[in-house]
């Protein structure tokens, strides 16, 4: 078996290096190292790797050269733009909303094209999988607007049993967002992120969502960020 060489101790982690080069999570590096598609100064490398600065690392015959930084920003979607690369028939992208210095940086999770509101990109891959892999329970917060009031029944069921939908039950958690007269207007807490699962929860009642707006995920925020503006962000 290939050994990798003994290093000093301000050596590098490879799978780190690799995750933050590539944009990719450090399990995707390790898979790419398990498989023998990398090496250190013509070396193989091998699970655990770590060099030094000056070393050569190539992966898949290409050089990687150290040239990314970790990078977050908060953006406000507005509604008609697709989380993605390409465009959707004639929807704009939200790398419209981006100089092209940003346009390295992957969403993390998405919205759909409907909702509005928080979304975060980031060229740091086991952030993204932190932010949402079911394991790791993360809260989203959104403000919906219903095309008519609420039956206190539906409120009910949708809180404390939720609702059965093709791929499982929807539970949410409801918080009227006015006066008590207002039923059409709700915060919405929630812990997943299936695919438009608050518009299906709601359409399997027989109510339309007519607006869907974003203002948490995890630790952060929407705050003040203007429709269609960015923010830096420190990662918590």
Partial sequence: MQMNPILPNNSLRLNKYLA???GISRREADNIIANQKATINGRTATLGARFNEGDKIIVNGKEIKSA?????????KPSGYVCS?????????????????????????????????????SNDGDFAYQMTHPSFYKTKIYNARLDRALEPLHQQMINDYGVKL????????????????DRKNWIITMHEGRNRQIRRTFGALGYTVIK????????????????????????Q
């Fill in 20 to 22: 933050l080069q590539l």
């Fill in 68 to 76: 990314a930084k970790y990078e977050y920003i908060a953006l406000n």
């Fill in 85 to 121: 690369r390409k465009k959707q028939d004639d929807n704009p992208t939200i790398y419209e909303l981006l100089p092209e210095s940003l346009y390295h940086l992957k969403p993390v999770g998405r919205l759909d094209i409907d909702t509005s509101g928080l979304i975060i990109l």
């Fill in 166 to 181: 093709e791929d499982g039950p929807s539970k949410l958690q409801l918080e009227r967002m006015n006066d008590e007269n």
């Fill in 212 to 235: 869907l707006h974003r203002t948490n995920f995890g630790n952060y925020s929407l705050g003040d960020i203007k429709p269609g503006k960015y923010e830096s962000i420190n990662i």
